[in-house]
């Protein structure tokens, strides 16, 4: 494929990035959602020798107006960031939301162990707490509908930002974006108090990510600020994937700021599986592109 030429600019020549370039760019890549408002900005990249310089800055401009020439009905850039930027940096944008993330390792033999750690916490709170909240499947595209084009949904669950955030990737709830979700493959989970859930999770199949030499993530979103039905749902979503495990796995659980703590006295006391990285959490910012 031959390379295709966008621009110059700051001294740096742009190019449409094809899959041979992949070891050597610094990129930038997007994804029009929303209908075509909105653009959501999914990977950045600069090779290490260029960071510290601003490289990243230039990028995203240029990103900026290559998506506004080429969809001229896109108004708005969406972001996650989880690099904790300091205010300077922040004041282009509007804050939309944060979530906290547990992060936990360990190798993959580990996580059998950790689960029925876990289930057996479990079983001993919820006998002490008497607790009946429990969590059923969203198995179908024609439940996912009805449970995400809810207009209640946003306020009941708190969603960050009006948003559902698949891995660092907002999305509004609303039926274009249906079939960007479908195509994850998620596994969804939702409280079965009523028709009208409070809590939801989704676990997007583990991926290979180069982190100790080779390694697997495996991400957990969890959207309902209770932590019972926390506890439960992460065990659930484990349950279902530690079969694939394989090599060490990086899991990060990303979920509302008021359960973190809960959650991470939860996890913690298990030998091969423990938390590896101190409170982080994702920004969720939004930009106009006039
Ligand atoms: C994050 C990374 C792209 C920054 O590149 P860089 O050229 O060194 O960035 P700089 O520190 O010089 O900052 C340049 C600009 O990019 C912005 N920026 C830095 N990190 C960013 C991030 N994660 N998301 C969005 N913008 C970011 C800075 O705020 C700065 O903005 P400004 O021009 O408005 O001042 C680079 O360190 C990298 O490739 N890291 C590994 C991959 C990664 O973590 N990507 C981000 C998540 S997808």
């Not at 990035?17 to 653009?39: K, N």
């Not at 108090?193 to 583990?206: C, G, Q, V």
């Not at 006295?265 to 938390?275: D, I, L, S, Y």
Request: hydrophobic content about 40%; overall charge negative.
């Amino acid at each position: 494929m031959e390379a295709q030429f966008i621009t110059k600019d700051a001294g740096l020549t742009f190019w449409l990035a094809r899959p041979q370039d992949f070891d050597e760019v610094a990129l930038d890549s997007g994804l029009v959602v929303d209908g075509g408002q909105t653009v959501v900005m999914e990977g950045l990249r600069v090779c290490m020798s260029e960071r510290g310089h601003g490289v990243a800055g230039v990028i995203q401009q240029v990103t900026d107006s290559y998506v506004k020439q080429v969809y001229p009905s896109v108004n708005t850039k969406r972001l996650t960031r989880g690099d904790n930027p300091p205010p300077e940096k922040l004041s282009k944008f509007t804050v939309l939301a944060q979530r906290a993330i547990l992060t936990l390792c360990g190798e993959a033999e580990s996580f059998k162990g950790f689960v029925l750690g876990l289930r057996a916490k479990l079983d001993t709170m919820e006998k002490l707490n008497d607790n009946k909240n429990c969590l059923v499947a969203v198995k179908d595209s024609h439940q996912l509908k009805a449970l995400l084009l809810d207009p209640d949904l946003s306020s009941r669950l708190q969603l960050p930002g009006g948003a559902i955030i698949q891995d660092w990737q907002p999305l509004k709830p609303i039926e274009s974006n249906l079939e960007i979700l479908e195509r994850r493959n998620l596994t969804w989970l939702a409280n079965c108090a009523s028709d009208k859930p409070t809590f939801m999770s989704f676990h997007t199949p583990a991926y290979p990510i180069p982190f100790n030499g080779g390694s697997l993530r495996f991400n957990i979103d969890m959207f309902g600020a209770n932590l019972s039905l926390a506890r439960k749902a992460l065990i659930a979503h484990l349950e279902q994937e530690t079969g694939e495990f394989h090599k060490c796995v990086l899991v990060n659980i990303y979920m509302p700021q008021t359960i973190w703590e809960g959650m991470r006295e939860f996890c913690e006391g298990h030998e091969g599986v423990k938390q590896c990285r101190n409170y982080w959490s994702q920004l969720f910012l939004e930009q106009e592109i006039p």
